[in-house]
């Protein structure tokens, strides 16, 4: 590629063939053609393989890699191989309107001193179906500014592949944490946060698949992951509403972290993270519930 491309897509894959065809077709289908298509596979099977290979433009870039199943470490290998000024997240089972770059980098060009954004996102089934919206999914709200404390009390939804980010700001604070194995999008979210104020696009330019091969699936290893977050970003925020709301949000996710774990017979893992829970917990109520009622699964568990 002669020119330096405007925007850097990261598109980490793993044998989702069936996906991944519609999911780069929606990048070639884009109105803004200044890019390239850092695609890291991160082991796939032959076919995916044959696939990737057999895709002619010269905007794209294929990283064959060995199997982690990491996605931080699959991601921030696409980073560093990242030419663009503003990188764009993509999964290999989600899909974007033809629209999405060109609006996105055109409200950040308006408005510099925001080196991110993100927009709203509409959910489609496996067969690419819009799916209804639901009570039990929180409304879409374009949280924009400082959205710190939006985002710890996960009141500001934001979906990988609806973000871009200046390229610079990204590098600034060390790409993906390759330890976060779950909500390791959020944690990263949190830190571009705390270095600059967002923009959102209140616009569904991107359709989010949802299926039954989602990586999160595990909810033990997802609550984990929520209390790993939190105990990393109460290091970084220094006021002190800031702390008090992490210190909150990472008693509430330890207290569930131990319900889930008593309830597949993990006891001593349960109590383990009760007890990291207890220092944080003493000023939240719904703390004393869970942690009561976690406590009577350890002591008296289900024959």
């Not at 609006?103 to 950040?108: C, E, G, H, K, V």
């Not at 999008?185 to 989602?214: F, I, K, M, N």
Request: aromatic content about 8%; overall charge neutral; hydrophobic content about 40%.
């Amino acid at each position: 590629m002669s020119l330096q491309p405007t925007v850097s897509i990261i598109l980490p894959t793993f044998n989702r063939l069936g996906y991944l065809r519609t999911t780069i077709d929606s990048v070639f289908a884009q109105t803004h053609s200044s890019w390239e298509l850092v695609v890291a596979d991160d082991g796939s099977d032959e076919e995916t393989c044959r696939y990737l290979e057999g895709l002619a433009d010269p905007r794209v870039k294929t990283l064959m890699l060995l199997h982690s199943g990491n996605p931080s470490a699959v991601r921030n290998a696409a980073l560093r191989e990242a030419q663009g000024e503003y990188l764009a997240f993509l999964d290999s089972d989600d899909v974007w309107l033809p629209e999405k770059l060109e609006t996105q980098l055109r409200l950040m060009r308006a408005a510099p001193t925001r080196r991110w954004s993100y927009c709203k996102l509409r959910r489609i089934d496996a067969g690419g179906r819009p799916i209804p919206s639901s009570d039990g999914i929180r409304a879409w709200a374009p949280y924009e500014g400082d959205i710190v404390e939006a985002l710890l009390e996960l009141d500001a939804v934001i979906a990988t592949p609806t973000v871009i980010a200046e390229r610079s700001l990204v590098e600034s604070v060390g790409g993906f944490d390759e330890l976060q194995l779950f909500g390791e999008d959020y944690e990263l979210w949190l830190r571009l946060a705390l270095h600059s104020e967002v923009s959102a696009v209140p616009e569904a330019l991107t359709c989010v698949r949802v299926h039954g091969q989602h990586y999160s699936g595990d909810r033990v290893a997802v609550y984990a992951g929520w209390v790993q977050l939190y105990r990393k970003i109460l290091t970084l925020v220094s006021s002190s509403r800031l702390r008090s709301v992490c210190r909150r949000r990472l008693a509430e996710s330890a207290t569930t972290l131990a319900a889930l774990q008593s309830r597949e017979g993990q006891y001593s893992a349960a109590l383990r993270a009760g007890v990291r829970a207890t220092a944080s917990g003493w000023s939240s109520p719904r703390w004393w519930l869970m942690a009561a009622k976690t406590c009577g699964r350890c002591v008296f568990p289900r024959q």
